[in-house]
């Protein structure tokens, strides 16, 4: 059995947050998911609430101490990401955006990664797709298909999550599994276009 390595970003400014709850549901489906694909797996966490200052001083001065330096590398070095973050006027917060700022502009080219976001209502579901994935996708990383999104609502008593949540943990994080242990079809939908029928068989198809 070999072992692959999660690091999981962690956007939430309070302690405890939704956003870290809604990501250690997710490190554990995708712990587990990974384990019934035969994979072990060791998870690294980044508190990016902890950094915050550090982050500041890398922006003015260009360079980051050891303590973001070693939460980079975490990041940077993984097979797979978990990158989650609550939502602020329909956007990632600053201090989301800011860390995915100071890596270098290659550092997650080819990374599997798993979205996710909290909010206070469901209006602001819709950042996943408009604002996490294109800033991924400029990153060059692999974002899975499905993203996770919660909502207050989302969450049942004593820090449970309803029927719909808990499914698209699951299923996020089986995608997640699936690319970092590199079963085919796991990241994306087969492209139809990747093996064109050529002009001339066309042609004598149709005569």
Do not use: C
């Not at 990664?113 to 990153?139: E, I, K, N, Q």
Request: glycine residues 10%; hydrophobic residues 45%; proline residues 5%.
């Amino acid at each position: 059995m070999s072992t692959r390595t999660l690091a999981v970003v962690s956007g939430g400014l309070s302690n405890p947050s939704s956003t870290r709850l809604l990501a250690d549901r997710l490190t554990a489906a995708a712990v587990q998911a990974l384990r019934d694909r035969g994979e072990d797996a060791t998870v690294e966490t980044v508190e990016l609430r902890e950094h915050a200052r550090d982050l500041a001083d890398n922006l003015l001065t260009g360079f980051p101490n050891q303590s973001l330096r070693t939460a980079i590398e975490t990041v940077t070095g993984a097979d797979g990401l978990i990158a989650v973050t609550p939502i602020f006027s329909a956007s990632y917060s600053g201090l989301f955006k800011t860390f995915f700022d100071v890596l270098e502009k290659d550092a997650l080219t080819g990374k599997a990664v798993l979205l996710a976001a909290t909010a206070g209502t469901a209006r602001h579901s819709l950042a996943l797709d408009h604002a996490m994935r294109p800033l991924f996708s400029y990153l060059r990383a692999v974002a899975v298909p499905t993203g996770v999104f919660a909502a207050s609502e989302d969450w049942a008593g004593g820090g449970g999550v309803d029927r719909a949540l808990a499914d698209r943990i699951r299923r996020a994080a089986g995608e997640l599994a699936d690319v970092v242990a590199g079963r085919p079809g796991g990241s994306r939908p087969a492209d139809p276009f990747a093996d064109p029928t050529p002009f001339e068989e066309l042609l004598q198809g149709g005569s």
